[in-house]
Nanobody, 124 residues
Framework: QVQLVESGGGLVQAGGSLRLSCAAS????????MAWFRQAPGKEREFVAR????????YYADSVKGRFTVSRDNAKNTVYLQMNSLKPEDTAVYYC?????????????????WGQGTQVTVSS
């Protein structure tokens, strides 16, 4: 089992940057595929980015491609989401998620463990 704790959210102006972190408990962090999702008020939770167990493979939602970068440090049991050129439509609660193995990486139901979320607000 793994516990996830996100941090790094906050209020930023459009065009600004934030880096989110997700710290995982346990000794088997490198056994998990990690992902970031987000949920805006009144909307469903949506996929943002996914990174493989080794960090060698990443996938992004079209809406964030070229602006966001997901990375991980298995020695520190942490996954990151660097967010640049932020837009007001990026405003949401951001969650990290973990799964030992998945087929549909873009589906929230494919992930076994979730953090509590961190709020990101982008002002125009």
């Amino acid at each position: 089992q793994v516990q996830l704790v996100e941090s790094g959210g906050g209020l930023v102006q459009a065009g600004g940057s934030l880096r989110l972190s997700c710290a995982a408990s346990g000794r088997t962090f490198s056994s998990y595929v990690m992902a970031w999702f987000r949920q805006a008020p009144g909307k469903e939770r949506e996929f943002v980015a996914r990174i493989s167990k080794s960090g060698g493979s990443t996938y992004y939602a079209d809406s964030v491609k070229g602006r966001f970068t997901v990375s991980r440090d298995n020695a520190k049991n942490t996954v990151y989401l660097q967010m640049n050129s932020l837009k007001p439509e990026d405003t949401a609660v951001y969650y990290c998620a973990a799964a030992r193995s998945i087929n549909t990486y873009y589906s929230a139901s494919a992930y076994d463990y979730w953090g509590q979320g961190t709020q990101v607000t982008v002002s125009s």
